[in-house]
């Protein structure tokens, strides 16, 4: 128990200096925990590189997702359960380049999983109770 971190929030600084870090071990396969130790082991490896995949790649795409990119996920999450029917998760690590390569944008895992999950949210919200009931029912 005593290794277990509290979950702390990237300030500035720490934006700043994993940015300068991840210049310097860019090639490194464990550059993550190297990053870690260099900044005092205030966050873990996973923090570190969670932190850099969606919120400080240079190249990433900070902007909220056009109606055109909307699609697209819809349209590739259909695909991608048709093809996988027994895959109760969706790989949005394989969207990601999908998504590069037809936008010239980099988007992150999260963006994508936010986008996808709130817009579930949205629909469950429109459906009227006494149709889930009848539903039910049936």
Known sequence: MENQRTRKPFSKEDNDTLIN????Y????????KISQEMGN????KQIR???LNHCQ???????LEDNEKSFIIDWVEKYRSQNPFTATIS???????????FGKLFSESQLKNYWHSRG???RKKINPLEIY???KR
């Open 121 to 123: 949210r949205q629909k």
């Open 42 to 45: 205030k966050f873990t490896s």
């Open 50 to 52: 969670q932190r850099w």
């Open 92 to 102: 949005w690590k394989k969207l990601i380049p999908e998504m590069e390569n037809s």
């Open 58 to 64: 240079d190249r990433l795409n900070k902007g909220t």
């Open 134 to 136: 009848d539903l039910i």
């Open 26 to 33: 860019i090639n490194d396969p464990c550059r993550y925990k």
């Open 21 to 24: 870090l991840m210049k310097k």
